[in-house]
């Protein structure tokens, strides 16, 4: 049991919101824990009881601006695949001038912490839920391929982030269900 006084919500909003801030502007080989804590105002130590690395500050606060991908299935597995499909789609779409490039900037850091942080909580969950409702959709006999359902998910998330940081040309809800459309046995 927690004893003493609680934790002040507005103590974490602070600091996600400086360390974003410092991250669009500095980058993260050039961020430091002391320069989160002096922007925003809160002592070291402070952020060091929430927070045991940078990596973790720097993840969270990535993950407070990508928003909810909670999703709650239901018994029709097709319906969810276009619903998670269109979902994850609007995240990535949404990220185009704000978390995207700094996300894909992680990944070009040596840190092992850092990337496995935010595989674990920014990539993975969307990836295990994609491939949970492919492999429901399989299951239920109306996916007509025979790709594994881990790969497709590859694919699908991959292709996404492709169109939108290559090409420039983020996938519309039309286009989103032309592809799934195509995945799908005629039903």
Known sequence: ?????????????????ATWDLLSTKGYSALRIDDIATSCGIAKTTLYRRWPSLAHIVVDAVVSRIGDRTFTPTDDPVADLRAVSSMLVQSVNAGKDSWVSIALSLHEQSDSELRLR???????????LLAEVLERTALAGCLATTIPTDQLADMLIGGTVYRLVFLHSPLTEDEVTTIIGGLLTAR
Do not use: C, K, N, W
């Open 1 to 17: 049991m927690r004893t003493g006084r609680p934790r002040d919500p507005l103590v974490t909003q602070r600091a996600l919101a």
């Open 118 to 128: 935010y595989r674990e909580r920014i990539i993975d969950p969307v990836r295990e």
